[in-house]
């Protein structure tokens, strides 16, 4: 993903009704997220989907941060 420096800001979480990351907007695992009505994917029942693995290719350092999460649950 390609993004110029004023795309990059600081994300408050999904649901947090704060700032979010410039495209979290068209995000399927935002939404997914609010769909389900949960903080965060580590406490859904299918963690990690298939949305989610995709978002992992893209983020390797995404899974590392989410498993720590769900590590701690």
């Known amino acids: 993903m390609e993004l110029e ?6 994300c408050d979480g999904f649901t947090s009704g704060g700032r979010l990351f410039s495209d979290c907007n068209q995000c399927e695992v935002r939404d997914c997220v609010i769909g389900e009505n949960i903080e965060n994917c580590v406490w859904c029942e299918e963690y990690a989907c298939e949305r989610l693995k995709n978002m992992f290719l893209q983020d390797p350092d995404a899974k590392t941060r989410h498993d720590r999460i769900k590590i701690q649950i």
Not at 5 to 10: A, G, L, V
């Open 5 to 10: 420096p004023e795309e990059i800001t600081d």
